[in-house]
């Protein structure tokens, strides 16, 4: 809660620009101190203020030009409800407005900023999945568990949660998937394959393009429920390929 001398700050300012002579390893190091820090949301207030911000990050100039309460402001209360967030979940989150047009890559930030290739990856499915929640109480249920499935639920729902809260959504469609991981066994919504390539090749199946359609098939029935055996995976494939059973 210190703050910073007028005169450095006035410094920093007209100097801006220049951090970017500093490496992108070394700028995501201090980003990643900053945004899992119970202060992020007044670190990313005070990059802002001290014109680093646009220059690390010139994807957010869109969002920190906008007069009144605009996306910025909305972005910095979300940043602030995250509890004890990971650095993917606090990225994405600082993001998540600014590229909610899909006019940036959050792929070519994460690349510019030298994260790894986990980061990136995690970074990336909470940005390209931020509305799923939304229509999670429609979905079949082989599509509902899939999502669920996902290692990266947990913070996509958390995403979610503090867009809701912060006016972006309903909280509805995020209790309802809190509920059904809540109420549903691990092994019901990511039960274990009742079939895989071998077992086609075993079949007497050939290998080629239509083998994770047939895959794919299997695992929809499985996960809604028509299907539960090995067996009953095999007589699928057979009639979606017109074979005799």
Aim: proline share 6%; hydrophobic share 50%.
């Amino acid at each position: 809660d210190f703050e910073i001398d007028p005169a450095t700050a006035t410094a920093v300012r007209e100097m801006a620009g220049e951090i970017l002579i500093v490496s992108s390893e070394r700028i995501a190091q201090e980003l990643k101190k900053m945004l899992v820090h119970v202060r992020r949301a007044a670190a990313m207030r005070l990059a802002d203020d001290l014109k680093l911000l646009a220059v690390i990050l010139p994807e957010l100039v869109p969002v920190l030009v906008e007069p009144g309460v605009g996306r910025w402001l909305r972005t910095l209360a979300m940043l602030e409800r995250l509890e004890q967030p990971d650095f993917e979940l606090a990225l994405a989150t600082l993001l998540a407005l600014a590229l909610a047009d899909a006019i940036a890559d959050p792929a070519s930030i994460c690349r510019r900023l030298k994260l790894s290739n986990k980061e990136q990856e995690h970074v990336c499915w909470l940005l390209q999945h931020r509305e799923a929640i939304d229509g999670a109480p429609q979905m079949r249920l082989s599509q509902l568990k899939r999502l669920l499935a996902e290692p990266g639920v947990g913070d996509l729902l958390a995403l979610a949660r503090v867009a809701a809260e912060c006016g972006l959504g309903s909280l509805t469609a995020i209790e309802f998937c809190e509920r059904y991981l809540a109420e549903t066994p691990a092994g019901q919504i990511d039960p274990p394959a009742l079939v895989t390539g071998q077992d086609l090749i075993r079949a007497g199946l050939s290998p080629g393009v239509r083998f994770k359609e047939l895959l794919e098939l299997v695992r929809d029935a499985q996960l809604e429920g028509a299907i539960g055996t090995p067996d009953e995976a095999l007589a699928l494939i057979k009639k979606a390929i017109g074979r005799p059973g």
